[in-house]
């Protein structure tokens, strides 16, 4: 039983290892490369309905002049509990990097399918064009504000 235990915290002493030297190994992503990935990190959560993984993509001082991050999170969620499912295609238009600062211009195609309450209702469909603001932080990337998804809060009924 014994020899069994240290097997056992051998294999999990070599992995953790292991995994250690590929962090440090790996060159880190740039910044381009991060803003990316967080908007289809972004996309991803809303797809998966996921409010708290979309919401960490948000500074806790986001402010679009109309919204705070609280009031985006209320409508992320009022969204995903109207919907049944939610489809996100994002288009990377421009983005332009100033050290710890970036615009981004992010065209997306959404569809969302009002399965909830209403089976037959028809999927709401758009494109929107989002011009975002982002700092990089403690935090990685994060969006500060952005403007243009309030035509899709809109056309779905005021719930996203």
Same mark, same amino acid.
């Given at each position: 039983?014994?020899?069994?235990?240290?097997?056992?915290?051998?294999?999990?002493?070599?992995?953790?290892?292991?995994?250690?030297?590929? +962090?440090?190994?790996?060159?880190?992503? /740039? /910044?381009?490369?991060?803003?990316?990935?967080?908007?289809?990190?972004?996309?991803?959560?809303?797809?998966?309905?996921?409010?708290?993984?979309?919401?960490?993509?948000?500074?806790? /001082?986001?402010? /679009?002049?109309?919204?705070?991050?609280?009031?985006?999170?209320?409508?992320?969620?009022?969204?995903?509990?109207?919907?049944?499912?939610?489809?996100?295609?994002?288009?990377?238009?421009?983005?332009?990097?100033?050290?710890?600062?970036?615009?981004?211009?992010?065209?997306? #195609?959404?569809?969302?399918?009002?399965?909830?309450?209403?089976?037959?209702? #028809?999927?709401? +469909?758009?494109?929107?064009?989002? #011009?975002?603001?982002?700092?990089?932080?403690?935090?990685?990337?994060?969006?500060?504000?952005?403007?243009?998804?309030?035509?899709?809060?809109?056309?779905?009924?005021? #719930?996203?």
């Amino acid at each position: 039983m014994r020899s069994r235990t240290l097997l056992v915290l051998a294999i999990v002493v070599l992995g953790a290892g292991g995994y250690a030297v590929f +962090r440090m190994t790996r060159p880190p992503l /740039d /910044d381009k490369t991060q803003i990316q990935n967080l908007i289809l990190t972004a996309s991803r959560a809303l797809e998966q309905q996921r409010v708290k993984s979309f919401m960490a993509v948000v500074a806790d /001082d986001y402010n /679009d002049g109309t919204y705070n991050k609280q009031d985006v999170e209320n409508l992320v969620r009022g969204a995903v509990l109207q919907s049944g499912e939610i489809r996100v295609v994002p288009y990377l238009r421009s983005l332009q990097i100033q050290a710890t600062t970036a615009t981004a211009t992010v065209e997306a #195609e959404v569809t969302v399918g009002y399965t909830r309450g209403n089976p037959h209702a #028809e999927p709401g +469909r758009g494109r929107y064009t989002v #011009e975002m603001a982002l700092r990089k932080g403690r935090h990685g990337w994060q969006v500060t504000s952005a403007r243009g998804w309030e035509s899709a809060q809109a056309q779905f009924g005021g #719930e996203m």
